[in-house]
């Protein structure tokens, strides 16, 4: 069954097409998901929650581009929406003028990517959605700014702020590892 058919079929509230298209993008989503969670538990949570969207929204996909890319975007905006009401104040910061230190490339091959995820994961929320938004997705600090109700220039800061922490965390663990 090709993807447009299984869409046109979860439409008309085929179930197991439903099961199908989760099944075949599932897996991508997870790991989109887990980039903006800090356990499995709560990336299975918008995990489930994004597929709730997807197949409630599903009559507005307009095949102009791949379904992945569509879902994908129905995650991240979801992991936004999430994060939003997580904090319940909004946080203000300004450019800071972060030194940025080198990292020496081989501390950066002794880490596993699991390590790095985990690193990722362990920033405070505002970096980590900054950083994956710019860094992953590549989205821009003006469209971050938009997504998150930031400014550019606290995108600009959280994203530099997150890197400098993931420096040290990778400077530190290379320091274990000599």
């Known amino acids: ?9 979860c439409l008309r509230g085929d179930r197991i097409s439903q099961k199908k ?13 887990m980039r903006y969670s800090k356990h499995r538990m709560e990336a299975e949570d918008l995990l489930q929650d994004g597929f709730i ?22 995650m991240i905006n979801n992991a936004i929406k999430k994060y939003h009401k997580k904090s319940n104040q909004n946080e203000s910061y300004t450019i800071d003028t972060v ?12 880490i596993s990517e699991q390590e790095m995820m985990d690193m990722i994961a362990e920033l405070p929320d505002g ?23 930031i400014e550019e220039s606290t995108s600009r800061s959280q994203l530099a702020k ?7 965390k990778i400077i530190k663990n290379s320091n274990f590892l000599v």
């Open 99 to 110: 030194v940025e230190e080198g990292v020496q490339p081989d501390a950066i091959d002794q």
């Open 127 to 149: 970096y980590r959605m900054v950083f994956n938004l710019f860094a992953i997705e590549g989205y821009s600090h003006k469209e971050i700014s938009e997504m998150m109700h």
């Open 53 to 74: 969207r997807v197949f409630m929204n599903l009559d507005q996909f307009k095949n102009d581009g791949p379904l992945e890319q569509w879902i994908r975007r129905i």
């Open 21 to 33: 298209l989760f099944d075949l993008f599932a897996g991508r989503m997870l790991a989109v998901c």
């Open 1 to 9: 069954m090709e993807v447009l058919e299984m869409v046109e079929a």
């Open 162 to 168: 997150a890197r400098k922490v993931l420096q040290d």
